[in-house]
């Protein structure tokens, strides 16, 4: 997991469920300025979790690949900081 930064999610959209490619990762909330406390989660061995500050269900999929997500649009990425 060293080589990989810690994956960002938000769940804008609204939707019941986001399937994720990795069990550490950041739930955001929302896309800013509307975002909650970024919280770190980590699944442990369970295969989802639920994010204790907007209710998200994140479930663990490995299938979509490490910092991706089903649905796609619920990845975020800091465009401030990558420039």
Same mark, same amino acid.
């Given at each position: 997991?060293?080589?990989? /930064? ?6 804008? =959209?609204? %939707? ?7 069990? *550490?990762?950041? !739930?955001? /909330? ?6 909650? =406390?970024? %919280? ?7 295969? *989802?979790?639920? !994010? ?32």
């Amino acid at each position: 997991m060293a080589d990989h /930064g810690t994956p960002h999610f938000h769940n804008d =959209p609204g %939707v019941a469920v986001i399937h994720i490619g990795a069990r *550490e990762f950041m !739930c955001i /909330g929302a896309k800013p300025p509307f975002d909650h =406390p970024h %919280v770190f989660l980590d699944m442990g061995s369970d295969d *989802e979790i639920v !994010c204790p500050y907007c209710s998200t269900l994140f479930k663990y999929e490995p299938s979509v690949g490490h910092g991706h997500c089903k649905p796609a649009e619920c990845e975020y990425h800091d465009t401030a900081k990558a420039a």
